[in-house]
């Protein structure tokens, strides 16, 4: 037998009734079709390459190199011997509980390439894993959906209805996303007016862009971000830490590109960019301390939403978040201008099937949060 505790899970508090009981226009998907696999690193990240909701997040070379070996699992869903989803998951396993966490980021993915978008195939993936992970596994699941342009987005309606509580939202939840569909004249005319004068400040400067070797370009970069993250003094809480192995270990299909901006014949700014399935995306960048005043950074990704307006299969140029930077906003809404988005990334979901999951699901995420505190904290005093 199960037991539901009314126990706070990320800031969620439980409800009476599930979704579908408050609106049984939601009809739960038949799973019965639907087979789950898991399967090798490797295998995963060649059948990712397949989907047009392919980010970073749901790499396996980008989370084994960011969490390391025996922490994550990929998990694949078949119809009819046919890929039909899947996704990376961040387990934890508690000792003598037999229970434990296990986090599925921005995912899973499910919109293969030359298919719609299809929400009753999204709602039958939840649904199974739900059962796999919370009822066979008795582990606590939650989800983090993508922030993503989706016409009429049920998902978060879908997973209220699956019975999974909506958590806490992220502290700077907006994502700026660039309509790369237009040609450059268009975006260029639908740009933010003052985005548009640095950018054109930016292109009189004597810039080399090029997309370098993963040899070179790696070096290069690593060295731009470490000077960057010496001079500045901020505290880094992206997955630097997993770029050598994203690049060593990722199928062509969906390795990302390292782009380098030199001028005078020394590299002042860079970026690693992730073109794969329909949106690309800006995953870290870098600058020498002569890259404001040259205004580099309009440059380079300026550069980049070029090159991707000629990708057919591209678009949306997604420039992540701004870590609740005000200048980090004005530059990327600037940007977004008056064709792109900026979407709301949705909280996360949680379910568990019992009593012990639940805590073990709530005490996962308040450890989180206190030491994500401590850790600002110290880096605080450090600086004074």
């Given at each position: 037998?199960?037991?539901h ?21 939601l009809?739960?998907?038949?799973t ?20 047009k ?10 989370n084994?190199?960011?969490?390391g ?18 996704a ?5 396993e ?5 229970s ?6 921005w ?9 719609d ?10 649904a199974?894993?739900?059962d796999?992970?919370?009822?066979k ?16 987005d ?9 019975g ?17 569909k237009?040609d ?12 548009r ?7 009189k ?6 997309i ?5 370009g ?17 505290l ?27 001028h ?10 992730h ?66 988005h ?19 699901g ?23």
């Open positions: 037998m199960s037991f505790s009314p126990t706070l899970v990320d800031g969620c508090l439980p409800t009476s009734k599930t979704a579908i009981d408050q609106n049984p226009t009809i739960l998907p038949l019965q079709e639907i087979e789950l696999k898991s399967v090798s690193a490797l295998e995963w990240d060649n059948l990712a390459s397949q989907f909701d392919i980010i970073p997040e749901q790499m396996a070379s980008f084994l190199g960011h969490w070996e025996g922490k994550v699992e990929f998990i694949t869903f078949w119809k009819n011997s046919t890929l039909a989803g899947g990376v998951l961040i387990v934890r508690i000792p003598l509980t037999g434990g966490i296990a986090i599925l980021k995912g899973p993915l499910c919109w293969l390439k030359g298919r978008w299809d929400h009753e195939l999204y709602h039958a993936l939840v199974k894993l739900k796999e992970i919370c009822h596994r008795n582990l606590h699941l939650t989800i983090m959906p993508s922030a993503r342009p989706i016409e009429k049920e998902r978060e309606d879908i997973l209220l209805a699956l999974f509580k909506r958590g806490a939202g992220l502290a700077a939840p907006e994502r700026y996303l660039v309509n790369v237009e450059p004249r268009s975006l260029m005319k639908n740009l933010d007016q003052k985005w004068y640095n950018l054109r400040k930016a292109l400067n004597d810039f080399k862009i090029e370098a070797t993963p040899e070179r790696l070096d290069a970069f690593l060295t731009l971000y470490r000077q960057m993250m010496d001079r500045k003094q901020f880094d809480a992206s997955a630097i830490d997993a770029l050598e192995k994203i690049m060593e270990d990722s199928p062509e299909a969906i390795k990302p590109i390292i782009v380098l901006v030199s005078q014949g020394k590299i002042t700014a860079g970026g690693v960019f073109v794969a399935g329909n949106m690309a995306s800006y995953m870290f960048g870098a600058t020498d301390d002569r890259a404001l005043k040259l205004k580099a950074g309009y440059a380079l990704h300026w550069w980049v939403a070029e090159m991707l307006c000629k990708e057919q299969s591209v678009d949306w140029y997604d420039l992540g978040g701004n870590d609740l930077d005000k200048g980090l906003h004005q530059f990327k809404k600037g940007f977004v201008g008056k064709s792109g900026i979407l709301m990334a949705p909280p996360r979901y949680h379910h568990s099937s019992s009593l012990i999951s639940n805590l073990a709530y005490a996962a995420f308040q450890l989180r949060d206190v030491f994500s505190s401590f850790k600002r904290t110290v880096h605080t005093w450090t600086k004074r």
